[in-house]
């Protein structure tokens, strides 16, 4: 812990605000069948368990730094990853947006991806303090949406 310091990154912002595009997209302009809007747990304390470790992950990302690489992006094996992974996630979100989203790309591709590309991208960073509420969040936030979109059997 003592290799970090306290302070706000711009690069780690950037690198949060890039996952939220496509949810900013879907506030402003939902798609016409916007079933992300039930992606939610039937049990409130799940709910509040997943949006509290979303805010840890964020949290910790904007503002813990590493005290001797700071905060510029390392070109590591980890940026290729987090790119793929981003670009995943947007693939996704495009099929979201036409229309075409099935429960393998909701859970799979905005669900999971999202996670792992913080994961990453915290890595490039130097940022390993994100990795465990990241987890965390990942777990929770891909359950729910599994639960909320697998197929039923009966």
């Known amino acids: 812990m003592s290799q970090y310091i306290l302070r706000f990154s711009v690069t780690a912002f950037i690198v949060w605000v890039l996952q939220l595009l496509p949810t900013v997209v879907r506030m402003a302009n939902p798609p016409q069948k916007d079933i992300w809007k039930y992606n939610y747990a039937k049990n409130k304390w799940v709910n509040i368990a997943r949006r509290v470790f979303q805010i840890v992950t964020a949290v910790i990302l904007l503002f813990a730094v590493h005290r001797e690489k700071g905060d510029m992006l390392q070109m590591n094996s980890w940026l290729i990853v987090a790119i793929v992974f981003l670009l995943l996630y947007y693939m996704a979100w495009m099929q979201y947006f036409q229309g075409k989203a099935s429960p393998v790309s909701l859970i799979f591709g905005i669900a999971l991806m999202k996670p792992l ?16 509420p990241c987890i965390l969040f990942g777990v929770l936030h891909v359950g729910i949406t599994a639960v909320c979109f697998c197929p039923r059997r009966e």
Do not use: E, P
């Open 117 to 132: 590309y913080l994961i990453a991208a915290a890595q490039c960073l130097n940022n390993s303090l994100v990795v465990l």
